[in-house]
Nanobody, 116 residues
Framework: QVQLVEAGGGLVQAGGSLRLSCSAS????????MGWYRQAPGKEREFVEQ????????RYADAVKGRFTISRDNTKNMVYLQMNSLKPDDTAIYYC?????????WGQGTQVTVSS
């Protein structure tokens, strides 16, 4: 089992920045990729950005290109999402994800609200 706990969400004005964090514990060695997803009100959960534990950035959504950056600290089992130039469309619950070959693990999510 892998446990994920997100933090860092909040209310910010358009153009502002937030840094989300995800603390991973448990059998993290069983996971291959880490990433962030988000779900806006009335919409399906969508992919944001992903990398593997070697730090290789695998992919990111076009909507966040040039604005969001994923990073990690392996010594602390932490994953971060730096979000700059935030837009009202970025308003959503943001979820940390850890993927093993057979299982996806999710955190409880952290709310990000961007006001115009």
């Amino acid at each position: 089992q892998v446990q994920l706990v997100e933090a860092g969400g909040g209310l910010v004005q358009a153009g502002g920045s937030l840094r989300l964090s995800c603390s991973a514990s448990g059998r993290t060695s069983s996971t291959r990729d880490m990433g962030w997803y988000r779900q806006a009100p009335g919409k399906e959960r969508e992919f944001v950005e992903q990398f593997n534990w070697s730090g290789i950035r695998l992919r990111y959504a076009d909507a966040v290109k040039g604005r969001f950056t994923i990073s990690r600290d392996n010594t602390k089992n932490m994953v971060y999402l730096q979000m700059n130039s935030l837009k009202p469309d970025d308003t959503a619950i943001y979820y940390c994800n850890a993927a093993s070959p057979s299982t996806d693990y999710w955190g409880q999510g952290t709310q990000v609200t961007v006001s115009s």
